[in-house]
Each structure stands twice: as structure tokens, then as C-alpha cells.
T-cell receptor, first 117, second 116 residues
């Protein structure tokens, strides 16, 4: 079984300062990992994904994440926050577990990012 | 313009009524999924379908039903048996439900269901 822990439910940063959203995972198998972003009353948009290639993954809008197997972490970072980054962010682990062979997604509970002027 | 559409955006229902949420995709994806989102929680899987005319229960299927008669459509019915149906419902699709753990799911804009 797999699980995801997002260590902060709320993060507040000033515009132009770095963003760090923390995620730890647990998985019986070698997982794929994703970060999604959700703006209010919208669907989820894929930011980036790790699929066992390079451990440093670059995504859209200047975000990146580093897979650290020894720490079972997949933290999301951005060098300089922008007002438009204010949203909820979900860390997701994917393993090959669904009936019929499909991949099961397990979602963290989300981190609400607030960006202040 | 390719993507996933869900309708309606907002839906109100009286207790005891069944209601059907629409999900359509023109991405030519084989697999489709329904999730439920509640405040402060991650998404939970209701049903999924990896191919037309086949679907499987997810983690919280009780009180819900689905059909997959066409590749592009995967409607979800919330029945009166669902004890707490007020939530945000998200539909997703992926290229190949059997494509492995790297298969990326793409999400629609969601439907917010409120039971009065």
C-alpha cells in the first residue's frame, strides 16, 4: 500500500521569495510521483512528474521537484513566487495496483499556498 | 481544442433524488476516472474504466453508479443511497489505463454538487 504526507497544510510566502512545499511518500513498490495544482473551483493541472529517470524534475511555471529515495521525499520548489502561484498543491503517488492492471493514484491532503505582496 | 468537459459546473439536488454528472473527453484516451474531493482531503477514487463497456469500483463506490458505452463519455450517477453526496466531483482520463504507473491522468474542471 502507498501513502502520501504533505507536511504543511498552509504555506505563506512573499512575492519574489522562494517556495518550498514538502511531500513524503510511502510505497511498497518503486513509485511514480506527481505534483498537481488546483485553483479555486477548478480541476487539477499537472505541474510535473517523476518516472524514475532524472531525480530532478522540471515542470511548468518554473516549478521543480527532487526525488530523494533515501528520504522518501519529493519536495516542490520554485525560486521566486508570483501572485498567480496562489493555489492548492497536491502531491500524488502512482503505483500499479488497480484491478485489471491500472495505476492507482494516492493523493496527499493538499498544501494551500498563499502569496503576499 | 482537446480536453475534458464536465457539466454542469454547479448542481443542486434534493434529498432522495438521483442525479447524473456528465464527463466527456476528446483526447482519445482509453481510461477514465471519477474522483470525489471533500474540504481538507485529497481526492478519492469512486469508479474507473480502462476500456469501453468495462468499469471497476474504486475506494468509495457505494451509492454511485457509472456506465461506459462510448470511449469519450463516462457519466456518474449519484444515487439516493449515497449518504453524504455534497462534494466536488472530478473526472479524469489517461491514454491507457494499463499503461503503467507513469500513465498521467488529466482532469476536467469539476462539478460541485450540493444536496439541499
Amino acid at each position: 500500500a502507498q501513502s502520501v504526507t504533505q507536511l504543511d497544510s498552509h504555506v505563506s510566502v512573499s512575492e519574489g521569495t522562494p517556495v518550498l512545499l514538502r511531500c513524503n511518500y510511502s510505497s511498497s513498490y518503486s513509485p511514480s510521483l506527481f505534483w498537481y495544482v488546483q485553483h479555486p473551483n477548478k480541476g487539477l493541472q499537472l505541474l510535473l512528474k517523476y518516472t524514475s529517470a532524472a531525480t530532478l524534475v522540471k515542470g511548468i511555471n518554473g516549478f521543480e521537484a527532487e526525488f530523494k529515495k533515501s528520504e522518501t521525499s519529493f519536495h516542490l520548489t520554485k525560486p521566486s513566487a508570483h501572485m498567480s502561484d496562489a493555489a492548492e498543491y497536491f502531491c500524488v503517488v502512482s503505483t500499479w495496483e488497480l484491478t485489471g492492471g491500472g495505476n492507482k493514484l494516492t493523493f496527499g491532503t493538499g498544501t494551500q499556498l498563499k502569496v503576499e505582496l | 481544442d482537446g480536453g475534458i468537459t464536465q457539466s454542469p459546473k454547479y448542481l443542486f439536488r434534493k434529498e432522495g433524488q438521483n442525479v447524473t454528472l456528465s464527463c466527456e473527453q476528446n483526447l482519445n484516451h482509453d481510461a477514465m476516472y471519477w474522483y470525489r474531493q471533500d474540504p481538507g482531503q485529497g481526492l478519492r477514487l469512486i469508479y474507473y474504466s480502462q476500456i469501453v463497456n468495462d468499469f471497476q469500483k474504486g475506494d468509495i463506490a457505494e451509492g454511485y453508479s457509472v456506465s461506459r458505452e462510448k470511449k469519450e463519455s463516462f457519466p456518474l450517477t449519484v444515487t439516493s443511497a449515497q449518504k453524504n453526496p455534497t462534494a466536488f466531483y472530478l473526472c479524469a482520463s489517461s491514454i491507457n489505463g494499463r499503461g503503467g504507473k507513469t500513465d498521467t491522468q488529466y482532469f476536467g474542471p469539476g462539478t460541485r454538487l450540493t444536496v439541499l
